[in-house]
């Protein structure tokens, strides 16, 4: 079991009221975590291999199961949790680039997804999705907060969902398959999908279908363009199927879950129901098993010309393979709506010769000054990637 560097000092205090048709509730937001001394070493990011001129640095700790990330207008990181149930918000307060005031913003079940539009924070559930109205405006008071919807599936197998607003200004939200591997649609065509709707949970459509499990997705920054990662299936051995990268060209393209997987491997049990050909290829063919979560454009200028524009996957790691992969993040490179090209940018997460494992990244998130977030829920802390051409700029 890996240690925690959570240490709460003070104990959270619950006034829930429930009024409106949108169930408001107000809680208290007083539940601070104690300021953990950022020393990199016993999270092995001297064992990192980063490109020549960066420096990876620890930006908060005690962030137990650190998992998706979204920032507000006035520079407050929040941060959902899978196995935690903890939503954290994490402020920077003196400008050095170094948390020093890391809050539990909320407790609720598998808060994984979170996403901002316009000074409000969104956080989904499995089943239920919540608005927090003005959030940076309510930190340190009473918590206000919205329900949206709770009436999306409620199984757990996959359900923990990512969550991001599209340049539509459309919520997009998947529902992963209730399973390893099933065809549960005729129960509810929402499983294996990416659904979308707008701010309030109207207006719902299913946006691609044939999705096992996404757990990150986003819009290339000039054409819009939807790119997405999904988690291939398991126990067909240790190296297939592909785990994939994916874009919709589409509404309602079908991706191949439960029928083919990787755009090339015939499901044993439902493939003979339809051919791989009617379906939507991968982008790119990720190694089975590594596990893709997020996936993010970079749009900074703080990193040299040849990693702008270029996509970056957080490949959290597999979990029943003979031999562990992924533990790293991809640099992918897309040219006019498909990928040209792919290679590592960050590993050294996996000890291969003794199999173990130091971190495990889930997101990324590009800051003002272009650096780069990326969490970790085994390490339990946020990293900030930077890039200086000086000789300052190492990971020692």
Not at 108 to 137: C, F, H, T
Not at 163 to 174: H, T
């Amino acid at each position: 079991m890996k240690t925690s560097f959570l240490r709460i000092t003070l104990a959270i205090a619950m006034v829930v009221s429930l009024h409106s048709c949108k169930e408001n509730k107000k809680e208290s937001s007083d539940n601070t975590v104690k300021e953990i001394e950022l020393d990199s070493t016993d999270l092995a990011l001297l064992e990192l291999n980063i490109p020549e001129g960066f420096k990876i640095e620890v930006y908060a700790r005690g962030v137990d199961g650190a998992r998706s990330m979204a920032m507000g207008d006035n520079g407050t990181l929040f941060v959902g949790t899978r196995t935690d149930n903890k939503v954290y918000a994490i402020q920077d307060t003196n400008g050095d680039f170094k948390a020093d005031n890391i809050m539990v913003l909320d407790t609720m079940e598998v808060p994984n997804g979170i996403a901002m539009r316009n000074g409000d924070l969104y956080v989904a559930q499995v089943g239920s999705l919540w608005k927090y109205p003005n959030i940076e405006n309510q930190l340190g008071d009473q918590l206000e907060k919205e329900l949206i919807y709770d009436d999306f599936p409620k199984e757990f197998h996959h359900g923990w969902k990512y969550i991001a607003f599209g340049p539509d200004d459309k919520l997009y939200v998947p529902v992963g398959a209730p399973c390893n591997i099933c065809d549960k649609t005729d129960e509810d065509e929402r499983f294996a999908t990416i659904s979308r709707m707008d701010p309030d949970g109207s207006n719902r459509e299913i946006y691609a279908r044939g999705v096992r499990n996404s757990v990150g997705f986003t819009w290339h920054p000039d054409t819009k363009q939807f790119w997405f990662t999904d988690n291939g299936r398991d126990m067909l051995g240790d190296d297939i199927p592909p785990c994939e990268l994916n874009t919709v060209t589409e509404v309602g393209q079908h991706f191949g879950y439960p029928f083919c997987h990787g755009g090339i491997v015939k499901d044993p049990e439902f493939g003979d129901l339809r051919p791989c050909s009617d379906f939507v290829a991968p982008a790119l063919q990720l190694d089975a098993h590594v596990a893709p979560l997020a996936i993010k454009f970079y749009t900074g200028t703080m990193f040299p010309a040849k990693y702008q524009g270029k996509a970056f996957i957080a490949e959290h790691g597999s979990w029943n393979r003979s031999k562990k992969v992924g533990y790293r993040i991809m640099m992918v490179d897309i040219l006019d709506g498909e990928v040209v090209g792919s290679e590592p940018f960050i590993d050294g997460w996996l000890d291969e010769v003794a199999q173990k494992a130091s971190g495990r990244p889930v997101d990324m998130l590009v800051m003002k000054d272009g650096s780069m977030l990326i969490s970790d829920d085994f390490g339990d802390a946020i990293y900030r990637l930077s890039y200086s051409d000086t000789a300052l700029a190492s990971n020692e």
